[in-house]
């Protein structure tokens, strides 16, 4: 089994700065690929970031390019999304996901490519 657990979402102002966690527990895989998604009230949910876990391959949603950055510390097992220039539309919980092994070289933007889910974390950004 694997078992993705977020953490670090909160209420935080316009312009503040967030970074989530998802610690990874269980099976772990050289070749796979993990990612954040978010889903607001009555929205669906939605890519934001994805990174490959050997190359360290990036991909963001155009919403969020160049405010947030995906990374992952190997030795911990753990992916983290640091959120910087917060705003409004980006409240939503957020949850991390991984894929079962993975070869392609940039990681699945679309929510059917990833296996295990976290439990997702809210972040909320008030004006």
């Known amino acids: 089994q694997v078992q993705l657990v977020e953490s670090g979402g909160g209420l935080v102002q316009i312009g503040d700065s967030l970074r989530l966690s998802c610690a990874v527990s269980?099976?772990?895989?050289?070749?796979?690929?993990m990612g954040w998604f978010r889903q607001a009230p009555g929205k669906e949910r939605e890519f934001v970031a994805a990174i490959t876990w050997s190359a360290g391959r990036t991909s963001y949603a155009d919403s969020v390019k160049g405010r947030f950055t995906i990374s992952r510390d190997n030795a911990k097992t753990t992916v983290y999304l640091q959120m910087n220039s917060l705003d409004p539309a980006d409240t939503a919980v957020y949850y991390c996901a991984a894929t079962k092994i993975y070869i392609m070289p940039l990681p699945p933007r679309t929510a059917d490519g990833y296996a295990y889910w976290g439990q997702g974390t809210q972040v909320t950004v008030s004006t």
């Open positions: 269980g099976r772990t895989f050289g070749s796979v690929a």
